[in-house]
Every structure is written in structure tokens, then in C-alpha cells.
């Protein structure tokens, strides 16, 4: 109750100004929802829940951890092709 009457408030103190509290436009991303109750105190149902499943996470993880995998090899040639990083031959077989 304390909440809504801080609201009234506020919204008061912007009209007596002349409208002096003024929000940018903003445009969520992600969408979200701040009420979790109605006007009357209802508790509002949850909200749609979209299924993620096991093939969506599959279907964008592997092609990019292909191309990463891809993107390292390529450069690690260009490094050991131009000298500057050349992994040294270790013979430990002792």
C-alpha cells in the first residue's frame, strides 16, 4: 500500500511542476513485467514460457564452437608460418 501511495505521490509532485518529471522513451530488450498483481489485488497468472530445448542449444553451440575451433587453427598457422610463435619439440620419453 505504502508502494502505490509513493507512486501517487510522485506522479502528483511531477503535475504540480508542470509535468517536470520526464522519462526518456526506453525499449526493452528483453521482454519483462514488473506487475505480479492487479488494480484489485488479484495475483496475475504466470507468464508464457517458451520451451528451450536440448536441439536449440545444440544447434547454435556446436556450429560455433566449429568455427572458433576453425578461427584458432587458421591463426596459430599464421603465428608458427611468421615466426613468432614456433612450439618447441620437447622429447620427454624418458
Same mark, same amino acid.
Given at each position: 500500500?505504502?508502494?502505490?501511495?509513493?507512486?501517487?505521490?510522485?506522479?502528483?509532485?511531477?503535475?504540480?511542476?508542470?509535468?517536470?518529471?520526464?522519462?526518456? +522513451?526506453?525499449?526493452?530488450?528483453?521482454?519483462?513485467?514488473?506487475?505480479?498483481?492487479?488494480?484489485?489485488?488479484?495475483?496475475? +497468472?504466470? !507468464?508464457?514460457?517458451? +520451451?528451450?530445448?536440448?536441439?536449440?542449444?545444440?544447434?547454435?553451440?556446436? +556450429?560455433?564452437?566449429?568455427?572458433?575451433?576453425?578461427?584458432?587453427?587458421?591463426?596459430?598457422?599464421?603465428?608458427?608460418?611468421?615466426?613468432?610463435?614456433? !612450439?618447441? &619439440?620437447? &622429447?620427454?620419453? &624418458?
Amino acid at each position: 500500500m505504502a508502494a502505490v501511495g509513493g507512486r501517487l505521490l510522485v506522479a502528483g509532485a511531477g503535475r504540480a511542476r508542470g509535468g517536470g518529471l520526464r522519462q526518456a +522513451p526506453t525499449a526493452s530488450l528483453v521482454p519483462s513485467r514488473s506487475a505480479t498483481v492487479t488494480r484489485s489485488g488479484a495475483i496475475l +497468472p504466470k !507468464p508464457v514460457k517458451t +520451451p528451450f530445448g536440448l536441439l536449440r542449444v545444440f544447434s547454435v553451440v556446436i +556450429p560455433f564452437l566449429y568455427v572458433g575451433t576453425q578461427i584458432s587453427k587458421n591463426f596459430a598457422a599464421l603465428l608458427e608460418e611468421h615466426d613468432i610463435f614456433v !612450439p618447441e &619439440d620437447d &622429447d620427454d620419453d &624418458d
